[in-house]
């Protein structure tokens, strides 16, 4: 079955910086691949999500970039804010399929 | 559009009995998905429902089922509970299904004492 890594388990950056979290996977026929963002207490929110046909897509200060080639995807945040501070999910899945989701990147954002 | 609902929150169960919870998605959707969170694990999949059917499974055991209804809401059930099943339980509902664009609820905490 799919296997979704992602690094790093932990991030802090300074407010204002830009923060990088990338996940690679292993089923070269998933084709969908989303970002979620939990906070304490409350459900995973879609934030971003990409289809293999689509290298890159932005939303104001993320954006996802996708190798299909090396299997691997990468969630941007830029001009990161103390709001950001969150745990974010990486996932993949193959049409039809569920969601293989990461072990998730704890981010904190510093003031 | 409101959001998707689950109840109860918070639930605290005695090993050896059963649970049943309950995800209403969004207006619309017809998949619905659970997904079991703990912090060893991770966010694993339990199985998917469209349109009553269900669709997909993952690999946990039989005490695990669900249903879905005419109006898309949703349930599961955990029967003979150990202490193992003590997780966040999430529902997530989409207008196709399959893993797309899955909007989750504010999850179940369960705990199992």
């Known amino acids: 079955g799919e296997n979704v890594e992602q690094h790093p388990s932990t991030l802090s950056v300074q407010e204002g910086d830009s923060a990088v979290i990338k996940c690679t996977y292993s089923?070269?026929?998933?084709?969908?691949f989303p970002w979620y963002k939990q906070e304490l207490g409350k459900g995973p929110q879609l934030i971003i999500d990409?289809?293999?046909?689509?290298g890159e897509k932005k939303d104001q200060r993320i954006a996802v970039t996708l190798n299909k080639t090396a299997k691997h995807f990468s969630l941007h945040i830029t001009e990161t804010q103390p709001e950001d501070s969150a745990v974010y999910f990486c996932?993949?899945?193959?049409?039809?399929?569920?969601?293989?989701f990461g072990k998730g990147t704890s981010l904190l954002v510093t003031p | 559009k409101a959001g998707v609902t689950q109840t109860p929150r918070y639930l605290i169960k005695t090993r050896g009995q059963q649970v049943t919870l309950s995800c209403s998605p969004i207006?619309?959707?017809?998949?619905v998905s659970w997904y079991q969170q703990t912090p060893g694990q991770g966010l694993q999949f339990l199985f998917e429902?469209?349109?009553?059917?269900?669709?997909n499974k993952g690999n946990f055991p039989g005490r695990f089922s669900g249903r879905q209804f005419s109006n898309s809401r949703s349930e599961m059930n955990v029967s003979t509970l150990e202490l193992g099943d003590s997780a966040l339980y999430l529902c997530?509902?989409?207008?196709?299904?399959?893993?797309?664009?899955?909007?989750f609820g504010p999850g179940t905490r369960l705990t199992v004492t």
């Open positions: 996932a993949a899945a193959n049409s039809g399929y569920a969601l293989n």
């Open positions: 207006s619309g959707h017809r998949s």
């Open positions: 990409i289809r293999s046909n689509v």
């Open positions: 429902y469209f349109s009553e059917t269900q669709r």
């Open positions: 089923d070269s026929a998933s084709n969908y």
């Open positions: 997530a509902s989409s207008h196709n299904g399959g893993g797309y664009e899955q909007y």
